[in-house]
């Protein structure tokens, strides 16, 4: 009866691991509720590992990526991942290993739930410091974003030669003054 049983965890993890890769606690939790004997699961698991079929290196990089994508920063991730039983290293590695910065991708997120437009408020600009650190990018942005379009617009302006006048100046003041 044990050799069915351990045929029958081997078939249920390749089905789950066929629909997306899993963490090892991911997958022994999946099994365990399942009802199949806890030192059944943790054997085909090793048995998994050791043939590479499950790797939680391979399931860091995908899920990372996946949330990533899905506009989601590093603290969130990282939190995910802990959850789901991987290693710090592998998360750290799974993190660092992204292809945009950390940076481009808060401001990614950041000009697609609020666009262009600065807040009005501070109300305003508490609750957009607040969807950011939620979405995990909480250490990523020491700036918000209209505050760098504003420098960039500076610059340019700058580098033309197009320099404001003094009443230009004095609003500027005025505006960043009474915030």
């Known amino acids: 009866m044990r050799l069915n049983t351990l045929t029958e965890i081997r078939h249920k993890a390749i089905h789950l691991l066929s629909l997306r890769e899993h963490s090892r606690k991911e997958l022994q939790q999946k099994l365990l509720l399942r ?27 995908a899920y990372t990526r996946s949330r990533r994508l899905k506009g989601y920063g590093p603290e969130r991730i990282q939190m995910e ?4 039983g991987v290693a710090e290293e592998l998360i750290r ?4 290993e992204q292809d945009e ?10 000009q697609k739930k609020f666009g262009e437009n600065e807040p009005k408020t501070f109300q305003e600009k508490v609750k957009r410091q607040q969807f950011m650190r939620y979405r995990g990018f909480k250490e990523v942005l020491s700036l918000e974003e209209w505050q760098l ?8 302006a ?9 009443e230009e100046v004095d609003q500027v003041f ?4 009474t915030k």
């Open 35 to 61: 009802d199949y004997a806890f030192l059944d699961v943790l054997q085909v698991l090793d048995e998994f590992v050791k043939k590479d079929l499950q790797s939680d290196e391979r399931f860091a990089e």
């Open 81 to 84: 991942l802990q959850q789901r």
């Open 93 to 96: 590695t799974s993190i660092d």
């Open 101 to 110: 910065s950390w940076h481009e991708a808060a401001v990614r997120v950041y």
């Open 149 to 156: 379009r504003e420098v960039e617009l500076g610059i340019e």
């Open 158 to 166: 700058a580098d033309s030669g197009k320099f404001a006048s003094q």
């Open 174 to 177: 005025k505006k960043w003054l």
